[in-house]
């Protein structure tokens, strides 16, 4: 039991970091990015690459938050930059079609099955009663570190303040000078680094395969919304109490049913409270 | 080259009872509904099961229709009081739990292997009547649901959610309910996915989780754009291209040796994705719509 909330934290961190991303974007450019998943597959396989070529765990996460970096950089710059005055519906649709359009260009030079990360020992730390594989805790330190560091540019450099300027207020925001192209850029730049080093710890924990991402979208919007769409902050404890219920339920639901029970606490959440549980209510509805 | 016709226009109608069903809840009413293949897999196989359990398949239709509207009365009922983009995740959402029950019960579903021998009607009319028969029958149903919706937005509900969808407030400030209307359209466009559920799983014969990806669903959106949002015609047509655009796929696959299956599918997905991007960034009228509408 205990074992499996331990799981499900580490677990809970990835959907944490999804979800983060999910509502940097959704803060600052206002619309749910359903590409986050597909940038995540796109990091994890740019870290297998550089494994495969011979790279070690530094090249690998260089490689995978590069490609994050750059897709989603492409993906601003070619589509949801020339989106931002049209409904959301456009530049939620246009996130779908980047997601397949990513995903069916990756699969076509990396094909549908499975790849595995080599095992990097199975050394096991034993705490008291919890037992907790050692590559684990890298990662879930990896993964904290990187949240760490997202709210630390947010909340304590100049970019970071006028990301939260931005948010808050666009029009306010540019009237006060604020060059909200640099601003964007930072912002794509920064979900692409959280998205691609996610998707190399969700690679290494589990399989590269090409619905990585997107079968963590579901989750992730459940964490978004449980946290509070548009505050980041809200979104990785949100992630982790999800991780920790999905793995809790697995004894009676099943492994494979994981998914839909964050489906099913995203129905509930969002019938008790329509703005997320930690959310305020935004002045235009 | 006959029955390859007959079978072309018996799915593009599939298709096209798919989008008008899509159209009436996002065109007319403004409902974002991004999980329109969990519609379709309920009626589908609600239908197969109930036909494969020695049920009349006519019974099944009825099945088909009912509990797919059914399956969408909890959703309707969240939709209330959500944004568009929190009605697109639900529904996403809801669509990817579909998936995961036919695949993990598999007593009822027989899992990922899917249902095989779904019956097929008009069998007893010999192999080439039998399609003819089927796509007469796919046809109706399309005509059908096309006066349906006709009816339905020429009628007094029909400017009630057109207004919903215009302008939710002016509407509640007139004294008008939405929420009702909202879930209505909802339902019946749910019942009408169901339907074209049936038709698909009774044509084909065999059903499987592999036949209900999210694909599914943007394929739907990407029909109805092409023919032009808020357009019962444009949606036809939009289905129309769509098989074409789908089956020329399967074409540029003769013409390209050395391109396994696998490949194709890669192909298939990006070309959606580039086309939804490439309508959403500067036709999002559709091909044919017209700007006056949205």
């Known amino acids: ?285 | 080259m006959l029955s390859y016709l007959v079978a072309l226009l018996i799915i593009a109608g599939i298709y096209a009872l798919l989008t008008i069903s899509l159209d009436l809840q996002y065109g007319f009413t403004g409902l974002v509904n991004f999980g329109q293949v969990g519609f379709f897999a309920v009626g589908a196989y609600g239908s197969a099961l109930v036909s494969l359990s020695g049920a009349p398949i006519a019974l099944g239709f009825v099945v088909a229709i009912l509990a797919a509207a059914v399956s969408a009365l909890p959703i309707g009922l969240l939709a209330l009081r959500l944004r568009e983009e929190y009605l697109a995740i639900i529904t996403l959402g809801y669509s990817e739990a579909v998936r995961l029950v036919i695949v993990n019960e598999t007593w009822l579903t027989n899992g990922s292997q899917g249902l095989t021998g779904v019956p097929r009607p008009f069998m007893q009319l010999g192999e080439g009547r039998a399609d003819l028969a089927y796509l007469a029958l796919v046809l109706a149903c399309n005509l059908a649901m096309v006066l349906l919706i006709r009816r339905l937005v020429g009628s007094p509900f029909g400017r009630l959610i057109q207004a919903v969808r215009d302008n939710e407030t002016a509407a509640i400030a007139l004294g008008k309910h939405p929420p009702a209307a909202k879930v209505k359209t909802l339902t019946i466009g749910a019942g009408i996915a169901g339907l074209a559920g049936a038709l698909y799983g009774h044509y084909i014969g065999f059903v499987s989780p592999d036949q209900f990806l999210p694909l599914v669903t943007f394929y739907i959106w990407m029909a109805m754009i092409l023919g032009g949002i808020g357009s019962l015609r444009g949606s036809l047509a939009g289905a129309a291209i769509l098989v074409l655009i789908l089956e020329g796929t399967r074409f540029i696959r003769d013409f390209l040796p050395g391109v396994a299956d696998v490949q194709m599918a890669s192909v298939r997905l990006a070309l959606v994705g580039l086309l939804l991007i490439g309508f959403v960034l500067h036709r999002p009228q559709g091909l044919f719509g017209s700007m006056a509408r949205r």
């Open chain 1, 1 to 285: 039991m205990l074992n499996l909330a331990v799981n499900g934290v580490i677990e809970g961190l990835l959907i944490g970091l999804a979800a983060l991303a999910l509502n940097l974007v959704f803060a600052v450019g206002r619309f749910p990015n359903a590409a986050t998943g597909d940038f995540m597959t796109i990091g994890a396989y740019a870290g297998y690459g550089a494994q495969h070529i011979g790279g070690g765990i530094l090249a690998q996460s260089a490689a995978a938050i590069a490609a994050g970096v750059a897709t989603a950089l492409l993906a601003h710059l070619t589509v949801f930059r020339r989106l931002s005055r049209s409904p959301m519906i456009a530049a939620m649709l246009a996130s779908i079609g980047i997601a397949f359009f990513g995903r069916g260009v990756l699969t076509l030079f990396t094909g549908q099955d499975p790849k595995f990360f080599p095992l990097h020992g199975m050394a096991v730390l034993v705490l008291g009663p919890v037992r907790l594989q050692v590559t684990d805790a890298w990662l879930a330190a990896t993964a904290l570190l990187c949240v760490a560091a997202v709210l630390g540019v947010l909340h304590l450099t100049p970019i970071g303040r006028q990301m939260r300027a931005v948010a808050d207020n666009p029009v306010l925001a540019q009237a006060s000078g604020i060059r909200s192209r640099r601003v964007m850029l930072a912002l794509w730049a920064m979900v692409g680094a959280i998205t691609g080093i996610a998707g190399l710890i969700v690679a290494m924990r589990t399989t590269v395969n090409p619905e990585l991402g997107w079968d963590l979208l579901v989750p992730a919007f459940a964490a978004a919304v449980l946290g509070g769409v548009g505050s980041p902050g809200g979104a990785v404890p949100a992630g982790i109490a999800l991780g920790v219920l999905q793995e809790l339920s697995t004894p009676w639901l099943g492994f494979s049913y994981k998914t839909a029970v964050s489906f099913v606490i995203l129905a509930v959440i969002l019938l008790l409270r329509p703005h997320g549980l930690f959310g305020v209510k935004e002045a235009v509805r």
